[in-house]
């Protein structure tokens, strides 16, 4: 893949920037205000994992410690400054939460880093099973089942700006994500960066030219733990709540989930991945209650078909785009988007109605889907899922091989005019 040139790398970050300042301005409502600000906290926190995952090889289970963490010490922190006992503005906060989750990183990845591969990852199950049951032993500092709670309306007003309305706090996480995706972009292009690619790769190799494994693999971890930390304080400033949920096992997971379904093999991947796994987890929830099991079969799907993620899909596309064959696809891939879409409405019709029949079936048999009236006691309602299913997997049977083939058939043709160029 040819190489980003300046102007486009202007272009890229100059997007990124205008869609972090006008989001709002067109997503006005209050509900989708505080989406925004979840999938903010999130893109820092799939960033901060894909420098251990991504970048390092490092698979960890217990990303949410240092999250975590931070946001116990940034809210406790919050806490101090109501109490007059700290002079630090809602602004820093953040920072404190980065620190702590340095200092956590620092005292844990120490133990953590020794050992890599699989060693690692159960380390890694281990130390967020320990902080977890920590969490609800020591009430004093982690608040117990109930958690901490603050109020981010402390302090003398900066600039006219409390953190009292949500836009104003969506600002403020905005910029501390601006701020960090430029300073985690920067050491992707560091000597430690490029190092800890080495170690993923090949750490004997990287060994020998006079690098220590062990050593690369505990600086990243502090530095990854760092911006998790910024994460969970951002977190905690967003909700004025933590919780023994912050630390547990089952966020380490969601975070494994979001970066791959975004793709660990390039930068912007856990941004793509964090955006589309908060809109299913907190939107598709409003919905459904079958939401964890489209998360599921999404991410299933997602690892069978496309296993470098949604950024490795598009960057496939773009690879088509630059060299003017994407025209070519057009065929095979609308027929498999007809069959996709055929799969998805009937397979999402026939969930509905079976949870409805299971879960709720005290309320009566019928079921309103989109303003679609099915009744679960109705064999024809069962047939409006069960036919475009079916003709959904007809088609992507018969779809499926031609799209593989043209797909080979314009790689090769790529492969041949490159090698033909002087």
Known sequence: MAAVSYRQRCLIWGGYIALLVFAPLVFTQSAALSLLCQMGTFIIFALSYNMLLGQGGMLSFGHAVYSGLGAFCAIHA???????????????????????????????????????????????????????????????????????????????????????????????????????????????????????????????????????????????????????????????????????????????????????????????GPIIGAIVGVFLTVVLSNFTNAWQLYLGVFFVLLVMLAPGGIAGLLMQFVYLLRHRKLAYMARPLLLTCVAVALMLVGFVVLVEMLYHLSLNARHGTTLILSGWTLDTAQPLSWLTGLLPLALGILLWWRARPRLQQTWTAVNLDIENTLQVRP
């Open 78 to 268: 919050i806490n101090l400054v109501a109490a007059g006992n700290l002079h630090i503005p809602i602004t820093l906060i953040p920072l404190v939460g980065g620190v702590a989750g340095l200092f956590f990183g620092a005292l844990f990845g120490y133990v953590t880093t020794r050992k890599s591969g699989t060693t690692f990852a159960m380390i890694t199950l281990g130390i967020v099973e320990l902080v977890f049951a920590c969490s609800l032993m020591f009430p004093e500092f982690f608040g117990g089942e109930g958690g901490i709670f603050t109020d981010r309306v402390v302090g003398e007003a900066f600039f006219g700006i409390t953190y009292g309305p949500q836009i104003e706090v969506y600002y403020l996480i905005a910029a501390w994500l601006l701020l960090s995706t430029i300073a985690m972009y920067a050491f992707t292009q560091t000597p430690l960066g490029r190092i800890i690619n080495a170690v993923r790769d090949n750490p004997e190799r990287a060994e020998f030219i006079g690098y220590d494994p062990q050593w690369v693999r505990y600086l990243t971890l502090m530095l990854s733990a760092f911006f998790a930390g910024i994460s969970g304080a951002l977190t905690a400033i967003n909700f004025e709540i933590v919780s023994a949920e912050n630390v547990s096992a089952l966020r380490s997971g969601m975070i494994l989930l979001f970066t791959f379904i975004g793709g660990t093999g390039f930068f912007f």
